[in-house]
């Protein structure tokens, strides 16, 4: 019985090795990437967009794949959150260097009765000149907004064309397979905008 139960535990110990052994054969998985910006992984919504970009050239998701795309919902006359955030991803681009030629930032105007392709044209670019600016009608942009969940309201109306529009104000990055991945809040710093792209440019 002594004997029986040395073996026994001979076997068993004997089991763990081969365990331990063919666990470390085994290919490590890689770390979930962090980030600092919201990740929205694997969210239903913001799927694709049709869209007229300054040019007058007609864009989609698909237009862009291979490169990081962040998209963000504004217009020409806001007083400050727009500039802001255009000159911080300008920033962010900048402490990419090369890297940022695999980025395209888009702004989607959300005042489309006064942000005309001439007006997006000079506006957009000012910022980066890679950066695009897109348009489309007002029925159609209800409902991409509806896709985003983007909300967006004119305010402090003083006449026809004189007025403001609450909207919102985060940033949609995508990945360079067209994968929706974070939402950047407003006011999140040039640097660090530049370590979230880095992060999805080095996931290629």
Not at 86 to 95: E, G, I, M
Not at 121 to 132: C, D, G, H, I, K
């Given at each position: 019985?002594?004997?029986?139960?040395?073996?026994?535990?001979?076997v068993a110990a004997a089991g763990a090795a081969l365990s331990l052994l063919f666990a470390g054969c085994q290919p490590a998985s890689p770390p979930e990437p962090t980030f600092l910006a919201t990740d929205i992984t694997g969210a239903a919504f913001a799927r694709d967009f049709s869209l007229t970009d300054h040019n007058g050239q007609i864009r989609t998701l698909a237009d862009f794949r291979g490169?990081?795309?962040?998209?963000?919902?504004?217009?020409?006359?806001?007083?400050?959150?727009?500039?802001?955030?255009?000159?911080?991803?300008?920033?962010?681009?900048?402490?990419?260097?090369?890297?940022?030629?695999?980025?395209?930032?888009l702004f989607v105007t959300v005042d489309p009765q006064r942000d005309t392709p001439e007006m997006l044209?000079?506006?957009?670019?000012?910022?980066?000149?890679?950066?695009?600016g897109m348009h489309t009608d007002a029925d159609s942009l209800k409902k991409l907004a509806q896709e985003y969940k983007v909300v967006y309201e004119k305010s402090s109306v003083r006449g026809p064309d004189d007025y403001l529009i609450d909207h919102s104000a985060g940033t949609f990055v995508y990945d360079v397979r067209g994968q929706l991945r974070l939402l950047v809040p407003y006011?999140?710093?040039a640097a660090s905008i530049a370590q979230d792209l880095a992060t999805l440019l080095s996931e290629s």
């Open positions: 019985m002594i004997a029986g139960a040395k073996l026994s535990r001979s490169q990081v795309v962040a998209i963000f919902f504004g217009y020409t006359h806001c007083p400050d959150v727009c500039p802001t955030t255009l000159a911080d991803f300008a920033a962010a681009l900048q402490q990419l260097g090369d890297r940022a030629e695999r980025v395209q930032v044209r000079e506006f957009v670019p000012a910022f980066n000149p890679t950066f695009l006011g999140s710093d």
